[in-house]
């Protein structure tokens, strides 16, 4: 590999780590207040308090776990397949946040079936039972719960994916146009 291409490999890959991980930050500070929201609601309302703060842990796991496993897919989306160089058309930066979107949903969408089938959460029994296949109707309900994941981190964190990507993409033109070589500028 020669030189040019492994900086601009490293700096694709830093570029997507910071669109994912601006992604991941977000997407967790909105999970954590709506989770705080829901625990208050819960708390004030019934006599037993702690259950909620019992499942508040749960949720918030199952929550971080797969707001990663969506961000390694807007990851590995902006680093491999369609990065956003300050070259391109907002137009297309924003399809590629929105390519980024659907992929880091198809991720959560592969991982939440794998999840529902091992039990984990009670859709099946695949490790309990020495590794049989759950029935179909077991199966059909993890796919769908799987679905359900996937399409609902789809249309909650694609805002929120293309907001970031914008703004990395401006922050690129920015960077690019301040470490620019004045001689490289043509004069009008």
């Keep these: 590999m020669s030189q040019v291409t492994e900086t601009l490999n490293a700096q694709r890959m830093r570029v997507a780590a910071i669109a994912a991980g601006g992604v991941a930050a977000a997407l967790f500070v909105q999970d954590l207040i709506g989770n705080l929201s829901w625990l208050l609601v819960g708390y004030s309302q019934m006599e037993n308090g702690g259950m909620y703060v019992g499942q508040l842990w749960l949720t918030i796991a199952y929550g971080v776990a797969m707001l990663l496993v969506f961000a390694a897919g807007v990851f590995l989306s902006l680093w491999l397949l369609a990065p956003a160089n300050p070259s391109l058309t907002v137009k ?93 500028v043509a004069e009008v």
């Excluded at 929105?98 to 984990?120: K, N």
């Excluded at 296949?133 to 929120?160: E, F, I, K, N, Y």
């Design 92 to 184: 297309h930066v924003l399809l590629r946040g929105l390519l980024a979107a659907v992929i880091g949903a198809g991720a959560v969408l592969v991982v939440s079936f794998g999840w529902e089938m091992t039990g984990r959460v009670g859709a099946g029994t695949l490790f309990g039972s020495s590794f049989p296949w759950p029935s179909l109707d077991r199966t059909v309900q993890a796919g769908s719960m799987a679905l359900q994941s996937g399409m609902s981190a789809l249309l909650r964190h694609a805002p929120v994916v293309l907001l970031v990507v914008l703004l990395t993409w401006i922050w690129q033109g920015r960077d690019a146009s301040r470490h620019a070589d004045p001689a490289d």
